[in-house]
């Protein structure tokens, strides 16, 4: 299971950080990855970072800003987010991937179709 914290409202230009909380053996082993949401558009890809952190990969609108990261010992992983635009409002989801091909590769995927455990969401929002 997985267990997303830390957002809220923040305003534009600034930061926050997410976290999202493993339990059990499926976040050891796990690419993992972050999606976000709006009420008017499909879950959409953040950042991803493969099991065992060496690999990290992000939607070309947050590259730069955010920052993708995990503590396996801790089952945690967080996401720091800078210079955060009105368009980064969202609840923003974890997930996790199951699929033990990509653990042995290192490798993480941006398809949302990859990821079977999720997180409840955090909202974010970032005003003006």
């Known amino acids: 299971q997985l267990q997303a914290c830390g957002g809220g409202e923040v305003p534009a230009g600034g930061s926050l950080e997410l976290s999202c909380a493993g339990s059990?053996?499926?976040?050891?082993?796990?690419?993992m990855a972050w999606f976000r949401q709006t009420e008017t558009q499909e879950r959409e890809f953040v950042a991803a970072?493969?099991?065992?952190?060496?690999?990290?990969y992000y939607s070309p609108s947050v590259k730069g800003r955010f920052t993708i990261s995990r503590d396996n010992a801790k089952k945690m992983m967080n996401l720091h987010m800078s210079d955060l635009k009105l368009e980064d409002t969202a609840v923003y989801y974890c997930?996790?991937?199951?699929?033990?091909?990509?653990?042995?590769?290192?490798?993480?995927?941006?398809?949302?179709?990859?990821?079977?455990?999720w997180g409840q969401g955090t909202k974010v929002t970032v005003s003006s």
């Open positions: 059990g053996r499926t976040f050891i082993l796990n690419a």
């Open positions: 997930a996790a991937d199951p699929l033990l091909s990509r653990y042995y590769d290192d490798v993480a995927s941006d398809s949302r179709d990859s990821y079977e455990t």
């Open positions: 970072i493969s099991w065992s952190g060496a690999n990290t």
